[in-house]
């Protein structure tokens, strides 16, 4: 059974901060998907990374996969109050069509 | 383009019903996942059906089924209900079998009494 453990589970920082969320597992995966999820809505997402090592950027947000292909990082650059939300770990496995596994999610407050 | 449709969005049932849950998915999309979110175990993959046919399957007992139509929707059965399927149910389409992003509905808010 794959798991990913992710990290912190709740942040609460001030406005123009910086954070990192990290997701790990033992296990190796396919691919990692990063998800933000907001109150009474699905999952959205966010950036799949593919190659061990690969960086991405999406405006002030960083994801970053290990080399290993078991681990990611989301940084976040001077946060802003609509970053507020639940933010997914998701891995893929080889072979296993889109059967992902979350990470438990990390829930994400920034004050004004 | 219209996204993922969940019917219905809340859901009330008594231990011992059985629920069925709806899923459309966006237009050309041929793989539906299903999920469950609870605030404890968080999200659960329960099975993906990809041209009519169940490819993977969750760690979920048997009162929990799907099936997929030839217009790729989706629909999920929960037999004999238990205090502890109360759940949001989500719906994920994708264009192909892997590889695909996934884009997910609102979720179906199941509360079982």
């Known amino acids: 059974t794959q798991l990913l453990e992710q990290s912190p589970q709740f942040l609460s920082i001030q406005e123009g901060e910086n954070l990192t969320v990290y997701c790990n597992s033992s296990?190796?995966?396919?691919?990692l998907q990063w998800y933000r999820q907001e109150p009474g809505e699905g999952p959205v997402l966010l950036v799949t990374?593919?190659?061990?090592?690969e960086v991405k950027k999406l405006k002030r947000l960083t994801f970053q996969f290990g080399d290993a292909r078991k681990d990611s990082s989301l940084h976040i650059t001077a946060a802003q109050p609509g970053d507020t939300g639940l933010y997914l770990c998701?891995?893929?496995?080889?072979?296993?069509?889109?059967?992902?596994?979350f990470g438990g999610g990390t829930r994400l407050m920034v004050k004004p | 383009k219209a996204g993922v449709t969940q019917t219905p969005r809340y859901l009330i049932k008594t231990r011992g019903q059985q629920v069925t849950l709806s899923c459309s998915p966006i237009?050309?999309?041929?793989?539906v996942s299903w999920y469950q979110q609870t605030p404890g175990q968080g999200l659960q993959f329960l099975f993906e059906y990809f041209s009519e046919t169940q490819r993977n399957k969750g760690n979920f007992p048997g009162r929990f089924s799907g099936r997929q139509f030839s217009n790729s929707r989706s629909e999920m059965n929960v037999s004999t209900l238990e205090l502890g399927d109360s759940a949001l149910y989500l719906c994920?389409?994708?264009?192909?079998?892997?590889?695909?992003?996934?884009?997910f509905g609102n979720g179906t808010r199941l509360t079982v009494t």
């Open positions: 296990s190796v995966f396919s691919s």
């Open positions: 990374v593919v190659t061990g090592g």
């Open positions: 237009s050309g999309h041929r793989s």
């Open positions: 994920a389409s994708s264009l192909r079998y892997g590889n695909s992003p996934l884009h």
């Open positions: 998701a891995g893929a496995a080889l072979s296993a069509g889109n059967m992902l596994t």
